[in-house]
């Protein structure tokens, strides 16, 4: 363990580690992520919220250039209704991400602060997203702690289940002050391409003369959590009323906003089928029950054409997907 705490204390030492990092992230990096090749603070935050419990393929391919299309600047995105960005948002997934970008947008509007202190003031911003803005978007000396470079740190110090203070310390430890853009970057593709989770390839890391797990050949940091999923279960009821279908728009906290069909205690007419889906904390499993002449909707009553401009959750629209198999609905 002492050689790693002998690095630590040996300025010339790091800084050749530094040489090495930057050697392999030159080679090997994520150069053309679109993120990485822009100083404009409201794209770098727009990604970093978005790269959020979320994988870079699919907010690259599908979320990030749509959405900056539809609100291009802080002040667009701060003067559209809600609906509108969560229709952009959806299937992405975590709504309280796009409801709180969308607080902030009008609190901030037109320009995002530079100080650590006043972004963590705002809605949905914590450490790590204040920590990237402030280093990719200002340069300054501030070390992002996403999952990538929290893996790196727990192998490299062979740390169990660290406290986020002392992860933000041992990463401050070892960010390269003088160049904190590039040092980040590289340590987040590190993370991701060598220092992966499972057998990481050492042989290309920056890290691996004084990296403690490699010492111990044990890679199990941090320690994985055993976590059983719940089964939740639910009752849904479809109305039609007059061939339009009705749907109600959620007010609570989870998926607050998006529309959605009625929930119910009970069964109430023909059974349809069964929606399955798989959230990260759950399981639900929807019973689909259909009255198809309602005489009371029970919410706001849409076309199809309709629906389709609203925001819906993943569930919602599998719902819709089996009411379509079952002749329920027909598109023209």
């Known amino acids: 363990m002492m050689r790693v705490y002998i690095f ?32 404009d603070p409201y794209h770098i935050y727009l990604s970093e919220v978005m790269l959020q419990q979320t994988q870079v393929q699919t907010v690259l391919e599908r ?14 995105l701060a003067e559209a209704p809600l609906d509108d960005v969560l229709k952009m948002w959806e299937g992405l997934g975590y709504y309280s991400r796009a409801r709180n970008l969308h607080k902030t947008a009008r609190l901030i509007a037109p ?25 990719f978007a200002y340069r300054q000396k501030r070390a992002v702690m996403e999952a990538n ?6 192998r490299l110090y062979a740390l169990d289940d660290p406290k986020e ?25 590190l993370g991701a391409m060598v220092c992966m989770p499972g057998e990481p390839a050492c042989d290309m890391c920056a890290f691996v003369s004084v990296c403690r797990a490699k010492e ?5 940091f941090p320690l994985k959590k055993r976590r059983d999923v719940p089964l939740r279960r639910e009752v849904i009821v479809v ?13 609570g906290r ?8 009625e929930t119910s205690d009970r069964p109430e007419g023909r059974y349809v089928g069964v929606v399955r889906h798989q959230y990260t904390h759950f399981k639900l499993e929807n019973e689909i029950y259909l009255i198809s002449d309602a005489r009371e909707s029970g919410g706001c009553q849409f076309t199809l054409q309709e629906i389709e401009r609203l925001a819906l959750s993943t569930v919602d629209r599998k719902i819709l997907k089996l009411l379509e198999r079952e002749g329920i609905t027909t598109r023209p």
């Not at 030159?26 to 100083?39: F, Y």
């Not at 203070?165 to 593709?189: G, I, R, S, V, W």
């Not at 111990?216 to 199990?220: F, K, P, S």
Request: hydrophobic share 40%; net charge positive; charged share 25%.
């Open 111 to 135: 320009a995002l602060p530079q100080n650590y202190e006043d972004l963590l003031q705002l809605p949905g911003i914590g450490k790590n997203t204040a920590s990237a803005i402030c280093a």
């Open 149 to 154: 470079v929290r893996r790196v740190l727990c």
């Open 63 to 76: 979320y990030y250039h749509p959405f900056l299309k539809r609100f291009p600047t802080l002040t667009a």
């Open 239 to 251: 109305r039609i009323c007059d061939g339009k279908i009705a749907l109600r728009q959620r007010e």
């Open 8 to 39: 630590l204390d040996r300025l010339t030492q790091m800084k050749e580690i530094h040489k090495k990092l930057y050697r392999w992230y030159a080679k090997n990096g994520r150069h053309d992520l679109p993120w990485r090749n822009t100083d």
């Open 165 to 189: 203070a002392l992860l933000f310390e041992k990463a401050d430890t070892l960010l390269d002050k003088e160049n904190p853009f590039d040092y980040n970057q590289a340590m987040m593709d």
């Open 216 to 220: 111990l050949g044990c890679y199990d």
């Open 254 to 261: 989870f998926l607050h906003g998006l529309w959605g069909f």
